[in-house]
């Protein structure tokens, strides 16, 4: 191997540990990437394909709030927000909604398609509001 080759070599690998130590030293960047506290952020997109934004009206989605750990109040949340919940569905969500309003969980259990881990579901994801 020439001389030239060599030194050209070294000026390359210089250059790529300069590179990755300035890249290393600005990012990442400790602000936060969104100026909103959690509970306004919002999903825009579907699945994977889709941004976090920040939202400045209005509750979040169901999913979302679901995701954070708040609990739906289930005699008045949309049947579109109990159809998103994790075990339950279109129809047990138009059948919860027919049912309402319940006073206690022995009245959600006794709607029809709700059997032991739809109630368990239920009881993760929602609350008997007054």
Do not use: I, K
């Amino acid at each position: 191997m020439s001389h030239g080759r060599t030194a050209a070599l070294g000026v390359v690998l210089l250059g790529a540990l300069g590179a990755g130590t300035l890249v290393q030293a600005r990012w990442p960047d400790a602000r936060p990437a969104l100026s909103c506290p959690p509970e306004r952020v919002r999903w825009v997109g579907e699945g994977a394909v889709g941004v976090a934004r920040c939202d400045r009206g209005g509750p979040p989605p169901a999913s979302v709030r679901v995701a954070l750990g708040v609990r739906l109040p289930l005699n008045t949340a949309a049947e579109s927000e109990l159809a998103r919940l994790p075990g339950v569905g279109a129809v047990a969500a138009r059948a919860l909604v027919q049912a309402r309003p319940f006073r206690s969980w022995d009245e959600v259990d006794a709607v029809r398609g709700v059997g032991p881990a739809r109630l368990r579901a239920l009881q993760q994801a929602t609350e008997l509001d007054p």
